[in-house]
């Protein structure tokens, strides 16, 4: 294993532990989806250079565009969240209460 393929290894590995243990806030919980996504999409787009293959390029354009959804989806539901609770802790949203 190269030392490349361990930072990315490493970075999805200590996203998703932040994603597990600090679910505090849901700003923190954005943060740590997008550098999952972004390990992934450095992943994807270092893969084809390490294989010597031809260069895929429409994986990691596609998983860049799904991110970009993401962070504005998530953003979105910050700001109507933020309005109606008054804050952004996970622990005062009751999904069954709409």
Do not use: K
Not at 28 to 33: N, R, T, V, Y
Not at 42 to 51: G, R
Not at 58 to 79: N, W
């Amino acid at each position: 294993m190269t030392t490349l393929n361990l930072s990315f290894y490493s970075a999805f590995t200590l996203s998703s532990l932040g994603l597990a243990f600090h679910r505090t806030h849901l700003i923190s919980a954005l943060l740590c989806l997008e550098s999952i996504i972004l390990s992934i999409y450095v992943a994807l787009s270092i893969w084809p250079i390490q294989m010597q293959a031809a260069s895929p390029t429409l994986l990691p354009i596609l998983i860049l565009t799904f991110s970009a959804c993401e962070a504005g989806t998530g953003l979105a539901l910050l700001v109507a969240s933020t309005r109606t609770h008054g804050s952004d802790h996970l622990h005062n949203f009751n999904l069954l209460q709409c």
